[in-house]
Structures are given as structure tokens and as C-alpha cells.
Nanobody
């Protein structure tokens, strides 16, 4: 499985960006998907997750109400729509994939995921 994130960039506070993560090398609809981010000097942290059918989503408290995760199982892509961006959202954003057949699922735990990919930089200026 390969994951490739894109869509990052420089935006002013209050602006919006939409990130995409393209999945290949497997059956996308068999995977729960997550977004994580890592700011300089900080640990990687959970942002959002979506189960394989798209029926359930999960968000970190810091982004709830501002970010929306979605997926297109035809295009093998998961999206992160980011609105009302703040300078503290500045980070490298990574996507991750977890096979649904594994027992249990803690969407906020990076260790739960089977695959990760290179990230995309998001910079929010004040």
C-alpha cells in the first residue's frame, strides 16, 4: 500500500485548504483512514479519521467544527477539508491506513495504523 498526501500550502489565518490522500496498492474500501499532523518540535498528533464505509468519523477536539474528513471509494482518495485555519494548525499533515479486518479500532492512536505516507506541509500565517 502506498499513500500520497497533497494539497498543502501557505494560507492566511481564517482561510481554507483541502488536503487529499491518494491510496494505491490495495483495496481502499477495506481500510479505515486517518489524518495526523506533526508540528516542528512536537509529537505527531491525531487530527481526524473515517471508517471504511464513511459512516463514522472522528475528530480531535482542536479541529472539531472546523475540519471535515471524507472519502471517495471510487477515486481511492480521502480528503481533509480545513476551514477557519489558525496559525496553530501549521504542521506537516500525513494520512494513514488501517485494515478493517484487524480487531478493535482506536482511531486516534497512530500505532493502530498499518501504513503511512509522506506528508504535505500546511502553513497558516497570522
Amino acid at each position: 500500500v502506498q499513500l500520497q498526501a497533497s494539497g498543502g500550502g501557505l494560507v492566511q489565518a481564517g482561510g481554507s485548504l483541502r488536503l487529499s490522500c491518494t491510496f494505491s496498492g490495495g483495496t481502499f474500501s477495506n481500510y479505515n483512514m486517518g489524518w495526523f499532523r506533526q508540528a516542528p518540535g512536537k509529537e505527531r498528533e491525531f487530527v481526524a479519521a473515517i471508517i471504511r464505509g464513511g459512516g463514522s468519523t472522528y475528530y480531535a477536539d482542536s479541529v472539531k467544527g472546523r475540519f471535515t474528513i471524507s472519502r471517495d471509494n471510487v477515486k481511492n482518495t480521502v480528503y481533509l477539508q480545513m476551514d477557519s485555519l489558525k496559525p496553530e494548525d501549521t504542521a506537516v499533515y500525513h494520512c494513514a491506513a488501517r485494515n478493517y479486518k484487524r480487531n478493535g479500532y482506536s482511531p486516534a492512536s497512530l500505532n493502530e495504523y498499518d501504513y503511512g505516507g509522506q506528508g504535505t506541509q500546511v502553513t497558516v500565517s497570522s
